[in-house]
């Protein structure tokens, strides 16, 4: 449940199958990721790319992440969707800036933003969600816990 697939470049790859539903069943292993930034790649983090079957890159990183850093599995995937939870600014990295605020509701606060102002764009994630062809697929942000957290 949850396992991490260990990459060279690549850090918090986690495979989300295994885990309980309301339904009383387990999501599937093997079908959606979620991860951090993916770096690289590396020619064994493509080979295990590879591996994994992907078909799906979704990057939830806003429009200025992309530019300083961009997806290098954009080109080798089926499917890649760009879609930003920070609205219209770069507002990636939430973590770095809890670190400046002593509000305790800091993050609670940005992860509603994220649901709230980001209707549209999360609509549009569970539209792919939706498309067998999409799959398996991975979905990630710039550290894989605040944005793909919240979609997760």
Known sequence: MGN?????EIVNFRDVGGYN??????TLEGFIYRSSMLFG???????LM???????????????????EPNPYKDEINHYYSINLS??????RAA?????????????ERYLEYVEGGRAEIGRLFHLLLQ???YPLVIHCSAGKDRTGVVI
């Open 87 to 92: 609205g219209q600014q770069d507002r990636g």
């Open 50 to 68: 590879q591996k994994l079957n992907l078909q799906t890159i979704i990057d939830l990183r806003a429009p200025a992440e992309l530019e300083r």
């Open 4 to 8: 991490r697939i260990k990459f060279e």
């Open 132 to 134: 067998k062809e999409h």
């Open 21 to 26: 539903t309301a339904l009383g069943k387990q």
């Open 41 to 47: 790649p590396t020619p064994a983090d493509q080979q």
């Open 96 to 108: 770095e800036l809890s670190t400046q605020t002593t509000d305790p509701y800091f993050m609670s």
